[in-house]
């Protein structure tokens, strides 16, 4: 084996170089504030929940029982309680039974977290919200463009450019707030302190470092590294929450690229069909995003010991397979008495079985054949 096929992150684009985006895709129903990360987003978000509804104390957001950490520090940043609902089976998405029992007189807002490059079902959750009068954020992290950009069915959305996300600006993210909605929550907004940015010369040699560390020897080198912790799941407080004077023609560079990289999903749907038959069940979403790039490939093994042992096995090979977070929020360090001691079984089932593979536009046809030989293997005698 020489070197290794990261698991996750797109290259940063070219900040100079906008060809076809005229405007965002949000521009007719929304209006963005550029934030600090996709936390500072989403804590941003929270803050306009829980402004409609002063005299809530704490202040209650529903989640996803399985997600990152960050949905929970975004959540703690407000002075909040995390309420976390339980999955529709071999998805990640929440059961709307579950988010419904989860509403109490304290709920102030949904948190609807897309996962792997598809949306949850805002349609569902906008009814919900409607008929109880909470405030809808859909969580972009993980997919661009935002659904809410087909139908602006989310108060406020979150969309992040770190490093592992679908728009790899090296950090910021954007808060997009409904245009009806704009004027009462420039108040909230403005509370946060503003934060000049631009792609000066040290942004620009951290984007050559970061190319150059990213191909596949020097990040085999990299992921061997114990201090940097490469992959690991943890939960860090939201402390900085900053508004930021960002660049939009960055920004559009940045949506260019994304549109333009090669679509890796369909070669894996094409070689990994034949896992099918072992139970195998591919993650699949709905709407015209899911005919967009994604940042990663997600598949479900029939049980936990087949996933650890394909994971093994394709890292051991240069491809940096992945458990992704690797369990629900509840059981995650530093999270069990913020979320508190409920039982998810199928987000706990979920994560026991997920495995996430390279869907990045360094990913080629002889990897995916790689992938597929390695899985259809653990099967061979």
Not at 36 to 62: C, W
Not at 79 to 106: C, H
Not at 253 to 267: E, K, N, V, W
Request: proline share 7%; hydrophobic share 45%.
């Amino acid at each position: 084996m020489l070197g290794k096929l990261r698991p996750v992150g797109s290259r940063i684009p070219n900040p100079d170089a906008v060809s076809t985006t005229e405007k965002f895709p949000w521009h007719r129903d929304y209006r963005a504030e550029f934030t600090s990360s996709g936390t500072a987003a989403l804590a941003m978000a929270i803050s306009l929940a829980v402004s409609r509804k002063a005299a809530i104390s704490p202040p209650e957001v529903i989640i996803p029982a399985y997600g990152c950490p960050d949905l929970v520090a975004a959540i703690v940043a407000n002075g909040g309680k995390p309420v976390l609902a339980d999955l529709i089976p071999d998805t990640g998405v929440m059961d709307e039974s579950q988010v419904r029992g989860a509403v109490t007189s304290q709920t102030v807002a949904v948190v609807a977290a897309g996962l792997l490059g598809f949306p949850e079902r805002l349609e569902v959750l906008a009814k919900i919200c409607n008929d109880l009068e909470l405030f809808l954020i859909e969580d972009s992290a993980q997919c661009f463009p935002p659904a809410s950009t087909e139908n602006p069915w989310a108060d406020a959305v979150v969309v992040s450019f770190g490093r592992g996300k679908p728009i790899n600006l090296m950090g910021g993210g954007a808060l997009l707030v409904r245009v009806e909605l704009e004027k009462d929550a420039r108040d909230v907004i403005e509370r946060f302190p503003l934060l000049k940015a631009k792609a000066g010369v040290i942004w620009r040699l951290k984007r050559r470092l970061f190319h150059l560390l990213m191909a596949r020897y020097p990040f085999f080198v990299l992921e061997k590294l114990p201090f940097l912790n490469i992959g690991d799941t943890k939960y860090q407080e939201c402390s900085a929450i900053c508004r930021v004077a960002m660049s939009e023609l960055m920004v559009l560079a940045g949506i260019d690229d994304f549109f333009s990289r090669p679509l890796t999903y369909p070669l894996y749907d094409r070689e990994l069909k034949p896992l099918e038959q072992f139970g195998w069940k591919k993650l699949e979403g709905e709407g015209a995003s899911v005919q967009n790039p994604r940042i990663r490939y997600g598949l479900l093994a029939p049980t936990e010991d087949v996933r650890d042992q394909a994971c093994r096995a394709l890292n051991s090979s240069g491809i940096g397979a992945s458990r992704f977070y690797g369990q629900t929020l509840a059981k995650i360090e530093g999270l069990q008495d913020l979320c508190g001691s409920g039982y998810f079984p199928v987000a706990e089932d979920f994560a026991s079985r997920l495995l996430t593979l390279p869907c990045h536009e360094d990913v080629k046809a002889d990897d995916v054949a790689l992938v597929a030989r390695i899985l259809l293997g653990l099967y061979e005698n």
